[in-house]
């Protein structure tokens, strides 16, 4: 089977087992705090059970870099690393804020680079958004571009959940010069909007996202055409540690990049 397809019946698996769940109390049921330094909630566990048991029933030969369950040799000779953010938006699902998704990727080394597969589903519609490398990046069966053309309006996806003062104060310019700025609380699903084109900008320079939220989206944006940079605007890459966090900005094409890291800059 194609890494892709196990990717997509695993997403699809999560979908259907967490279906009813989110808003309601059993969503919210306190594990304690999971691999990646936050409360892993009923709904994290459950969706992350899903996946594993999947790979381990068709013996998917593999490492699992879990948000919650942290690093699971499912083989010891295996082909490469699944990523996966089983909920990201796990705030929104909880609370039942219908934007929250899953996010699974595979790399082949332990390198953001070499992610050569990814798939976000948007677990409040069961909508797909994957890629591979080299192939493109889709949307429920049909090929995504970025945004290209001059857009009606621009909108400036930028997170700053727990932002400090002292970013808040360099993105401010951002804010100011943009009327149509937004963060809808699930940085992979925000990354799939990018890459679908709906959105033009997405930033997130608060120095706290993990790979695993933003591994599928990686492959996602690239495949689509989107432009994917770190801090220093170098192309983005990481270790897929548990300690990586990461700041990036991924936009539609260098025009739109200028014009955004010009008012960083400021
Ligand atoms: C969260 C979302 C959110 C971001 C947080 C992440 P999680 O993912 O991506 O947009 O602001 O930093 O932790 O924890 O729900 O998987
Ligand atoms: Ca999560």
Not at 205 to 210: E, P, S, T, V
């Given at each position: 089977m194609e890494t892709m397809e196990i990717l997509r019946e695993a997403s699809k698996r999560i979908y259907e087992n967490v279906k009813g769940i989110a808003?309601?109390?059993?969503?919210?049921?306190d594990f304690g705090i999971g691999a990646g330094g936050d409360i892993s909630r009923s709904i994290d566990i459950i969706a992350e059970k899903t996946v594993l048991d999947y790979l381990k029933e068709i013996n998917f030969e593999c490492i699992v870099l879990g948000e919650e369950c942290g690093r699971v040799e499912l083989s010891n000779r295996s082909k490469g690393y699944i990523i996966m953010d089983a909920i990201d938006g796990s705030a929104n699902a909880v609370r039942g804020v219908p934007f929250f998704c899953s996010s699974l990727a595979f790399a082949t080394e332990d390198k953001l680079s070499f992610v050569t597969d990814g798939i976000i589903t948007d677990?409040?519609?069961g909508e797909m958004y994957w890629a591979s490398k080299n192939k493109g990046s889709f949307f429920d069966g049909k090929q995504i571009k970025v945004h290209n053309e001059y857009p009606i309006y621009k909108i400036i996806g930028i997170n700053t959940s727990g932002a400090s003062s002292k970013l808040m104060k360099r993105l401010s310019p951002i804010y100011e010069e943009h009327e149509h700025t937004r963060h809808f609380g699930a940085n992979a699903l925000e990354m799939a909007f990018l890459a679908r084109g709906v959105i033009d900008v997405f930033i997130d320079?608060?120095?706290?996202?993990?790979i695993q939220d933003i591994a599928a989206g990686y492959i996602i944006i690239k495949e689509a055409g989107g432009l994917l940079l770190d801090v220093d605007l170098n192309p983005l890459d990481a270790d897929l540690s548990y300690e990586t966090r990461i700041s990036f900005i991924a936009a539609s094409n260098q025009k739109i990049l200028d014009e955004i890291t010009k008012l960083i800059d400021q």
């Open positions: 808003g309601t109390e059993h969503a919210a049921g677990l409040s519609s320079l608060r120095g706290k996202i993990r």
